[in-house]
Each structure stands twice: as structure tokens, then as C-alpha cells.
């Protein structure tokens, strides 16, 4: 019996990456982007590809298996504009002509194959042996990344939910899983023309921002809006489907529809309005969803991923249901986490067709990226010309604590792995006393140069939750908002003006024991368990990858410190 199963997983398209699984076990996840240095890179992750093998220490000689991404392995019925499997799309040919995307579909495949071709080649270069590919459809590989990681045992049964644009001509999906097993839900398919996450996003599209990568900003301008002004217009463009509880139904026809006719739906109404109205449906809809799901299959335990599951504030409204025990949501839910999801479904698809009993091993943290050594970061010190200027300090995170316990300061700490997702959770992070409300504008104008109605985040210590979120609970992963309590201005910079809401990261030593030692010491001199923390990264750039990428971000901006493994550099006053 093998003693191992490792698994390259690969996604290729928007926020492309690369993933190794071992036994279950996530080794490393990273994306091209921040590799690169272009945000939400697309294409082949060559990179991504060369560097989990680095961090894994891992030879490509011992990879089982490839697991790539957006090619299903199944056959579907014909009323979904949706991929079947290669043989049909190219063998049978009265499926093609009889399906009115059937062309379409076919040429996709072509192009499809020419990308296997092309990634056949990556892999020759990189001495990676194509023993075995295994295609794994987008929403599979989305579902299996929230359930695979959940914290509940294999025995227990979990409702799997997916959600987003579009993938692989869906939007989204609802499963069961128990044993390891995750089985869609029949007729529990949305199409992408019906989808909630493209409502969303063609709404972000029209009031200027874009339609992949901003929703999040129409979810920030919501609380600033009446959504009353504009709610009986936007109710309008999307419902539960009332012939099917578990599908969405666009009523405008297609996205494109939808895209076409929000001008005149919603001509004189302004854009905050709007954002309010939009998120408001958008949380309306999805809870409504989901106990429509809970209903039918009676199982108050869900597992949720897809670019929808990035909205805090819809997860928030799911929390509270009373139809839901518990929820997990996949801290890289966005498409960042396909590679993993991917990489999970084909070890437990080999694991038991080779007679193994696969592992389900629980995420404890998501620190699966690239680390670098003091001598790494001596060496780029020095090509820098700011060796001289750095100071080496053994106990390097009860400085940086101290050092911000000056409300004035903004300080960006490269440390540890890189995170897994689109969130800096401390090891790629800009920090600063959430305390001081001048921070914002500070960090807005000379660093990060956000939109104004964006808020930043908090890091807190987990033992102090409850003095700062009312019914809070363990959040490492930015994906949760909660009410903030009476303390709030403790972390006035950190939370939402408007709602006072915040989107919390919670530390402890199991989660991440020197980010924890920094806000031990911040604590230690300001009696307060709570810090500003936002992505390491310049507007419209990737989070910072090496230490070149933070230097070079330090150089082009305003903070007034970086911390970069033991070396801590000020910038003279």
C-alpha cells in the first residue's frame, strides 16, 4: 500500500494558483498574482507551480496526480449552457447541434485541450511527471475546499453550499456530504444566467467599479444608502426560483439583460441608495435560500464557498438564523481557493479508489505561502542600501507592538508564510493603533489610496472578544462581521462608520503565535487587545510576495516602519 498520496492541484483562469495536498494535508497554496506582482493574475501559474513545490519540499517526482481546474468530469442535461464531457462535446455530434451553445461548447473544449497541451509543456519544464490529470468542475472544486477544511468529523453530515458569478456555467450548487462524499443536491443547480453573484456584480458594474473584483466595495458603500429608496427596483431584476426553492431566477432573462436595462431600471437613483437596496436583497435572498435548503434536507450544519461567501455581511445574516447550528465559510472562497478545493476532491477520489481510508484534516490556519530567511532578507537589505540602516532585534514582535503603541505611526510587517486568500491576516500586514481615527486618512492617502467609504479591519486578541463584539466568536479569516460593543473606540479606525460594524481577525497562539506577541505587547503598553490591520500592498497591486515587493512598497509610500523577519527599518522623521 502507498504510503503517500500527493496531489498538485492547478487553477488556470482569474487568480490562478497552484496547491500541493498530501494525505489530505494542505502543504502549500499560493497564487501567480502576488508572484508576478499583477493582481488577480490569470493564465498558466508557472510560477505558482515551481514555488509549492519549494515550500511543500516536495520533489515533482513524488506527485500522484494533477487535479485542474474548469473542466467537468460529468454529462449534463441539455438546458443548462453548461460543459459535458470531452468525448460528448466532441463525439456526439447531435448534442452539439441540438444544444443551442452546443458550437460554443465545442470550440471551448478545443480551446480547452490546446490548454492541457500548453500546460503539458509547463510541467515537462518543471520535471513534473503527468501520471494522471484529473478535471475537476469549478463548483466541485469550491465545494470541496469548504468541506474538505470544515472542523466537523467525516461521520457528520454537512450541508456543502456554493455561490458565485459563474463557473463552468454554473453559479451555484447544493450538496451533501458525509464519509468523505460530497453529492449535489438533483435540481439544485443555478445557472449563470440566473445567478445572485452576477446580479451583484453587474449592479457593482453600473455604479462604476468592477464587475469581478469590486463587489466588496458596493457591500462597503451599502450602510451609507437608504435601501428603501431603491429597493422596489432592484427586487425586480432577481427571486428564488418559485418553481424550484433552490435556484434563483433572473427575471430580466439573461446577465446580459440585467446589464442592459439597470440604466433604466434604476435612472435618478443614487448610487448609495442603490449599493443599500442591492446588498439588502442580496442577504435577503441568500437567507432566504438557505432555509429553503435546510428545510428540504433537515441538516443545520453548512459548509459554504464561492466569490458570494467573500460578502461579511451576508455571512452575518446566515449566522444568524435559527435554522443553522453552525457555518463554516472558506477564508479563500473567491477563486483563489480552486487549486486546494481541486487538489482535496482528486486525493479523495484516488484515496478510495486504491482501498485507503483518506484523511479529513480541519483548517487550523491558512499560512500555506512562501517564507523567507533572515539571510534572504540581509541579502535584499543590502541590494536595498538599507542594511545599515536596519536594526536586528531577537524578540522582533514585542517591538513592533511597541513601536505602534505610537498612535501616529503605520508600520508593514513581512513575517512567517504568506497567507492563503485575498486577506493580509498579520505575516503580510499594514498595522496600526486602531484607536487613532486619523489613521485612516493617513493610510488612505499616503499608502493604500482606497475609496473613501471603505473601512479597514481589526486584528483582536481572541481573549478579548467579548470586549469589543457583541455575541462574537473565534474569527481568524476576515470572513465574519459583527456588532461592535461600547469599547468601539478602541478600534474606531477599524470599523465601518457608519453600521459600526467590524470585520474581525482574532488571534491566539494557536493560530499564529507571534502576531499574537505583537498584539500581547501593543496590549502591554495601551491596555487595548486590538489593532488596525490591512493588506500588505499599494492600491491596484498584489499583496507583497518577497522582500523586494515590501521594500519596494515601504520606498513608495508613507509608512513609517517595516518589520521584515527580525529587521525592523524606520524611516527618519
Not at 460530497?182 to 443547480?189: A, C, F, L, P, V
Not at 482535496?344 to 499560512?367: H, M, Q, V, W
Not at 474569527?475 to 467590524?502: E, G, V
Request: charged fraction near 20%; aromatic fraction near 10%.
Amino acid at each position: 500500500m502507498k504510503k503517500n498520496i500527493t496531489i498538485l492541484g492547478i487553477h488556470i483562469f482569474h487568480d490562478a494558483g497552484a496547491a500541493i495536498i498530501q494525505n489530505g494535508q494542505v502543504l502549500a497554496a499560493i497564487s501567480e498574482g502576488p508572484i508576478i506582482n499583477v493582481k488577480h493574475a490569470s493564465g498558466y501559474p508557472l510560477k505558482s507551480i515551481e514555488e509549492v513545490f519549494n515550500i511543500a519540499k516536495i520533489d515533482p517526482s513524488e506527485i500522484d496526480a494533477i487535479a485542474l481546474v474548469g473542466i467537468p468530469n460529468l454529462k449534463f442535461p441539455k438546458h443548462f449552457a453548461r460543459y459535458p464531457n470531452i468525448s460528448d462535446s466532441v463525439l456526439e455530434w447531435s448534442w452539439i447541434t441540438s444544444n443551442p451553445k452546443g458550437l460554443e461548447i465545442n470550440y471551448s473544449y478545443l480551446h480547452q485541450i490546446e490548454k492541457i497541451e500548453k500546460l503539458r509543456e509547463i510541467l515537462n519544464k518543471l520535471n513534473i511527471p503527468l501520471k494522471e490529470i484529473i478535471f475537476v468542475e469549478h463548483h466541485t472544486a469550491h465545494a470541496s475546499s469548504a468541506y474538505y477544511l470544515s472542523p466537523w468529523n467525516m461521520d457528520e453530515e454537512v450541508l456543502v453550499i456554493t455561490s458565485d458569478a459563474a463557473g463552468d456555467g454554473l453559479s451555484s450548487t447544493v450538496s451533501i456530504a458525509s464519509n468523505g462524499k460530497i453529492d449535489r443536491i438533483k435540481n439544485s443547480e443555478t445557472n449563470y444566467g440566473d445567478s445572485l453573484g452576477g446580479f451583484y456584480s453587474s449592479v457593482t458594474e453600473y455604479l462604476g467599479m468592477d464587475y469581478g473584483f469590486d463587489p466588496f466595495k458596493t457591500m462597503g458603500l451599502a450602510p451609507y444608502g437608504n435601501p428603501e429608496k431603491a429597493i422596489n427596483e432592484i427586487k425586480k431584476i432577481i427571486q428564488i426560483n418559485p418553481q424550484n426553492p433552490l435556484c434563483f431566477q433572473n427575471k430580466f432573462g439573461t446577465i446580459h439583460d440585467i446589464q442592459q436595462n439597470l440604466s433604466k431600471l434604476l435612472r435618478g437613483k443614487r448610487f448609495d441608495h442603490i449599493a443599500a437596496a442591492s446588498q439588502l436583497w442580496f442577504e435577503t435572498l441568500t437567507t432566504e435560500w438557505i432555509q429553503n435548503i435546510v428545510k428540504k434536507t433537515d441538516i443545520r450544519k453548512i459548509a459554504c464557498a464561492g466569490g458570494a461567501f467573500l460578502n461579511v455581511k451576508a455571512n452575518r445574516s446566515i449566522l444568524s438564523l435559527e435554522c443553522i447550528d453552525d457555518a463554516f465559510f472558506c477564508p479563500a472562497s473567491n477563486d483563489e481557493g480552486l487549486a486546494v478545493g481541486a487538489a482535496l476532491r482528486c486525493y479523495f477520489e484516488i484515496a478510495s479508489r486504491d482501498g485507503n481510508k483518506p484523511n479529513k484534516i480541519p483548517l487550523t490556519n491558512n499560512y500555506f505561502g512562501t517564507s523567507f530567511t533572515n539571510e534572504q532578507i540581509k541579502e535584499e537589505l543590502k541590494n536595498h542600501d538599507l542594511l545599515d540602516k536596519a536594526e536586528f532585534f531577537d524578540d522582533i514582535d514585542s517591538e513592533v507592538g511597541e513601536f505602534i503603541a505610537n498612535s501616529e505611526k503605520i508600520l508593514g510587517r513581512f513575517s512567517g508564510q504568506m497567507e492563503w486568500g485575498p486577506r493580509g491576516l498579520g505575516n503580510r500586514s499594514i498595522i496600526a493603533d486602531s484607536s487613532n481615527p486619523n489613521i485612516v486618512r493617513k493610510i488612505n492617502k499616503a499608502i493604500k489610496m482606497r475609496d473613501f467609504w471603505m473601512p479597514f479591519g481589526p486584528s483582536i486578541l481572541a481573549s478579548r472578544i467579548d470586549d469589543y463584539l457583541i455575541d462574537g466568536k473565534i474569527s481568524p479569516y476576515m470572513i465574519l462581521a459583527f456588532d461592535t460593543t461600547d469599547n468601539r473606540n478602541d478600534l474606531t479606525a477599524a470599523i465601518h462608520p457608519y453600521d459600526l460594524t467590524c470585520r474581525p481577525q482574532t488571534v491566539d497562539s494557536d493560530y499564529n503565535p507571534t502576531y499574537e506577541k505583537v498584539l500581547k505587547s501593543f496590549e502591554s503598553k495601551t491596555s487595548r487587545g486590538v489593532i488596525l490591520n490591512t493588506s500588505f500592498n499599494l492600491h491596484g497591486s498584489p499583496i507583497v510576495w518577497n522582500p523586494k515587493n515590501a521594500i519596494d512598497t515601504f520606498n513608495n509610500s508613507k509608512l513609517d516602519a517595516i518589520a521584515l523577519g527580525n529587521y525592523l527599518i524606520k524611516k527618519s522623521n
